[in-house]
């Protein structure tokens, strides 16, 4: 089992940016594919980035291409988010994921491939 703390969300403007963390413990967090999801209001929850146990692969939803970045840091068991650019449809509940795999260099994007959640942090950007 692996516990996620996110921290870092918060209301910012139009254009600024924002650094979302996860902090994993339990069993080994350096085993797990790690990802961020976000749920704004009355949506489904959505994939925004994923990044594979080894940090070598990444990949992002093409809404948030180019604006944000997943990287993680396996001695502090510690996975990040780095928004910039940010917009009001970035508004959301931001969550961080895990699932245990033994592939160094898989990605996973879709939510019911994983099995640990954090409780989520705010993002709201104000126009």
């Known amino acids: 089992q692996v516990q996620l703390v996110e921290s870092g969300g918060g209301l910012v403007q139009a254009g600024g940016s924002l650094r979302l963390s996860c902090a994993a413990s339990?069993?080994?967090?350096?085993?797990?594919?790690m990802g961020w999801f976000r749920q704004a209001v009355g949506k489904e929850r959505e994939f925004v980035a994923t990044i594979s146990r080894s940090g070598g692969s990444t990949s992002y939803a093409d809404s948030v291409k180019g604006r944000f970045t997943i990287s993680r840091d396996n001695a502090k068991n510690t996975v990040y988010l780095q928004m910039n650019s940010l917009k009001p449809e970035d508004t959301a509940v931001y969550y961080c994921a895990a699932v245990i795999t033994a592939a160094q260099a898989m990605v996973y994007l879709s939510r019911r491939t994983y099995d640990h959640w954090g409780q989520g942090t705010q993002v709201t950007v104000s126009s």
């Open positions: 339990g069993r080994t967090p350096s085993s797990y594919a």
